[in-house]
């Protein structure tokens, strides 16, 4: 468990630090403050920004399809 500030892990993880304090204020990426200092649990933040980038799976592509489409559904299987 390695614990950062914004400015450190925005940084070492390319993003910018303007971003991540405004995830963290939408309460979207943990962080927890000591003292006057941000601070953020790495593992944790990489987890919950992988998941808020990654790409929906197929398998929701189908089930938001509606009846009789099926060309579509298989468009979605194959993309």
Known sequence: MELMGIKEFS????????MLRE?????????GRYGRKWLLVADVVD????EM?????KQDK????KKG????ALK???D
């Not at 980038?53 to 799976?57: I, L, T, W």
């Not at 489409?69 to 579509?72: G, H, T, V």
């Open 11 to 18: 940084k070492s993880r390319n993003i910018s630090d303007k």
């Open 23 to 31: 995830l963290i204020k939408q309460g979207k990426v943990s962080a």
């Open 47 to 50: 987890q919950q920004l992988r």
């Open 53 to 57: 980038f990654a790409p929906p799976a």
């Open 62 to 65: 189908v089930r938001n399809i």
């Open 69 to 72: 489409r099926y060309q579509s």
């Open 76 to 78: 979605a299987l194959l």
